[in-house]
């Protein structure tokens, strides 16, 4: 799935809701320093205010990841529910329905919303355009989750791999406030990042039919 070009199988589709359902829950809010909050790192929230989760950060080998990250990030997976919902949707019908008319998301921190973050229903036309922009704004594809036994020999801990082959990009490292993130959230974020493009392009290509 990482390099493929075209749009995603139903397995594939059913991955992702797999790997949706095993991370950590929705809503993720990117709280950037200076922009959501001013003191302090830059972090994304986890989970709805009564249920919060521990605080994920993350960096790259060489220091902090940029904003473009972060947003990107956090935007992928709340959408992820959202765009398989609709790819679902439309490819149970034998003809597809308008997008919605007005837009919940005007910004990358219109994400961070509880309201909009935890939103059940399809994207508009406008919010699949930001979350496109965000994707354009982070860093290349794919992104690969290598996770520390499983797919590189112990020792040096697991992270995202980001970038072609021959072409990589600095790791990026995640991490919750009291230790290293999940192997099921590391698989969550690589996967969402990557998918993200095919997803948008589908959707996009199906409702220009209807």
């Excluded at 249920?51 to 790259?60: A, F, G, L, N, T």
């Excluded at 490819?91 to 994400?111: I, N």
């Amino acid at each position: 799935m990482n390099e493929e070009v075209g749009w995603l199988t139903d397995a594939e589709l059913g991955l992702l809701r797999n790997l949706g359902d095993a991370g950590s829950p929705l809503p993720w809010r990117a709280m950037v320093e200076g922009r959501d909050h001013w003191s302090g790192d830059s972090f994304i929230m986890i989970g709805p205010e009564d249920r919060r989760e521990d605080d994920m950060y993350v960096s790259r080998e060489y220091g902090r990841t940029g904003t473009a990250n972060l947003d990107l990030t956090a935007g992928a997976r709340t959408a992820l529910p959202r765009l398989l919902d609709e790819i679902v949707t439309r490819r149970a019908r034998s003809s597809d329905s308008p997008a919605p008319a007005e837009p919940l998301v005007d910004s990358a921190e219109d994400f961070n919303d509880k309201e909009i973050s935890e939103e059940v229903g399809w994207l508009t036309d406008a919010e699949l355009e930001l979350v496109r922009s965000l994707g354009d704004a982070g860093s290349p594809l794919p992104w690969r989750a290598m996770v520390e036994g499983r797919d590189h020999p112990e020792g040096g801990g697991s992270f995202i791999m980001i970038g072609p082959g021959d072409r990589h990009e600095a790791h990026m490292y995640v991490s919750r406030d009291y230790g290293p993130a999940s192997t099921e959230d590391l698989d969550l974020i690589a996967a969402s990042r990557t998918a993200l493009p095919l997803l948008l392009d589908e959707i996009v290509t199906r409702r220009a039919r209807s």
